[in-house]
């Protein structure tokens, strides 16, 4: 199958922190990754798409320096925020793209950040 | 860019009943639809997809339907169970490497026993 795993499941942290989030493909080799912001039942919000060895792409109204992505490998990717404030808290899901399996995009678990 | 409409943004219906979830899509190049299940507190998990050179896929109780033309798909679930409660989002994209998945709103589905 295709597994993606993300750490910590939950986090708790006070403001003006920094909080990083690691999203990785366990079983299988992901050139492309997508971080994505979930409100209380709302749908995804593209946050920013991350390859391998370059930089990431941040969607429109995201900001890069708030939002940090770094994809050093093919199975990891990590997404720190900086300087964390209440109004960041949310649930932040990754997914990895399978080639083998036609681009379909596999989702980890998710991590719910709370800053106090 | 694509826009993708989902309706209804909740359903319920009894337990062995049928239920039905229908989105709308911009893009006449889109063509990968993808369903996700997400249960509370957990990431989207896919269940089922379609790609435009069908017209419809079935897998055991779950099935999507394709109208490129319309530009419309739905996901049926028949002889629903209490287990199959949980959000529902649909999404499309055109299917290349590295392409966005654009999502619908997402449906809330209540089975009752």
């Known amino acids: 199958g295709a597994v993606v795993s993300q750490h910590p499941s939950r986090v708790i942290c006070k403001s003006g922190t920094s909080v990083k989030i690691e999203c990785r493909s366990l079983?299988?080799?992901?050139?492309?990754m997508f971080w994505y912001r979930q409100f209380p039942k709302k749908s995804l919000m593209l946050m920013a798409t991350s390859n391998e060895g370059s930089k990431a792409t941040y969607e429109q109204g995201v900001e890069k320096d708030k939002f940090l992505i770094n994809h050093a490998s093919l199975t990891l990717s990590t997404l720190t925020v900086t300087s964390a404030h209440p109004e960041d808290s949310s649930f932040y899901i990754c997914?990895?793209?399978?080639?083998?399996?036609?681009?379909?995009?596999?989702f980890g678990p998710g991590t719910r950040l709370t800053v106090l | 860019g694509e826009n993708v409409e989902q309706h209804p943004s909740t359903l319920s219906v009894q337990e062995g009943d049928s239920a039905v979830i229908k989105c709308t899509y911009s893009?006449?190049?889109?063509?990968?639809f993808p369903w996700y299940k997400q249960e509370l507190g957990k990431g989207p998990q896919l269940i089922i997809d379609?790609?435009?050179?069908?017209g419809e896929k079935k897998d055991q109780r779950i099935a999507v339907t394709l109208n490129k033309t319309a530009k419309h798909f739905s996901l049926h679930i028949t002889e629903t169970q209490p287990e199959d409660s949980a959000v529902y989002f649909c999404a499309a994209r055109r299917n290349n490497a590295g392409n966005m998945l654009t999502f619908g709103g997402g449906t809330r589905l209540m089975v009752k026993p």
């Open positions: 893009d006449s190049a889109s063509n990968y």
């Open positions: 997914s990895a793209e399978v080639q083998k399996f036609y681009n379909e995009q596999f």
């Open positions: 379609i790609r435009s050179n069908v």
């Open positions: 079983d299988f080799q992901a050139t492309t």
